[in-house]
C-alpha cells in the first residue's frame, strides 16, 4: 500500500487544519494492510508517537492531549483517513505521517510526512 499525506501548513495557535491520506488501494476491502489506519507525529529528538488511529468496525483511539480538539475518520469513497484537527497549539507542531497496518501499534506502511507548525 503507497499512503499520499497532505494537508500539512502553518497556523497560529487556535486555527485549524485538515490532514489527508491517500491510499493507493481501496480501504473499504477488508485488507490486513488497511485493517488500521492512523496518524503519528514526530519531533526533533523524539520518538514518532500514535495521535490518532482508526479501525475498520470505526474504532478510534487518540492521543489524550489530541482528545476533543482532533477528529479521525476514513472516506471510503475516496480511499482516505483524514485528520481534522481544532483548536491547535504550538505543541502540536511537528511532522504528521500517515501509517497503515493490521495493528495500530505496529504499522506496516508509511507515508510521507507532511509538516504541522503551529505559532504565532
Known amino acids: 500500500v503507497q499512503l499520499q499525506a497532505s494537508g500539512g501548513g502553518s497556523v497560529q495557535p487556535g486555527g485549524s487544519l485538515t490532514l489527508s491520506c491517500a491510499a493507493s488501494r481501496s480501504i473499504s476491502v477488508p485488507n490486513a494492510d488497511t485493517n488500521v489506519m492512523a496518524w503519528y507525529r514526530q519531533v526533533p529528538g523524539k520518538q514518532r508517537e500514535l495521535v490518532a488511529g482508526?479501525?475498520?468496525?470505526?474504532?478510534?483511539s487518540y492521543k489524550d492531549s489530541a482528545k476533543g480538539r482532533f477528529t479521525i475518520s476514513r472516506d471510503y469513497a475516496e480511499d482516505t483517513v483524514d485528520l481534522q484537527m481544532l483548536f491547535l497549539k504550538p505543541e502540536d507542531t511537528g511532522v504528521y505521517f500517515c501509517a497503515s497496518g493490521q495493528v495500530i501499534s505496529t504499522p506496516k506502511y508509511w507515508g510521507q510526512g507532511t509538516l504541522v507548525t503551529v505559532s504565532s
Open positions: 482508526i479501525d475498520r468496525d470505526g474504532y478510534v
